[in-house]
């Protein structure tokens, strides 16, 4: 997850990824990173047995896939979305493809675990 989170840093942040590509290309991509880690996600949580955390995990990114989507629906066929939502999009979508979210509800079942245990 974080070699997926580094790769999308660098190619994002390069000159030719921000004037070259169309937004909708732009979109694809980023739509094809947050899944990437979503999957990572997923399957590590999966793996380690812990079936509520994953139940988690899968609700809250098909919110947000769902939510970035319509947001891009909103954008291409009715209005063009202000400058504002634009940037909780871009805010959003950072958290997701961070580590961030998976470290923490990570830490999350470890520490119910433990208290579980005691």
Known sequence: MVI????????SESQSFNIYLPRLAKLAIRLLVILAVYFT?????????????????QLVYFLFVL????????????????GEVRGVVKNLEDFFITPLFFVALFAISRALTRLNSN
């Open 67 to 82: 939510l970035l989507l319509l947001t891009v629906i909103n954008d291409m066929l009715f209005e063009k979305i202000s």
């Open 4 to 11: 997926i989170y580094i790769v999308y840093g660098i190619y």
């Open 41 to 57: 996600g997923f399957l590590a949580f999966k793996w380690y047995g812990l079936k509520w955390v994953t139940a988690i995990w």
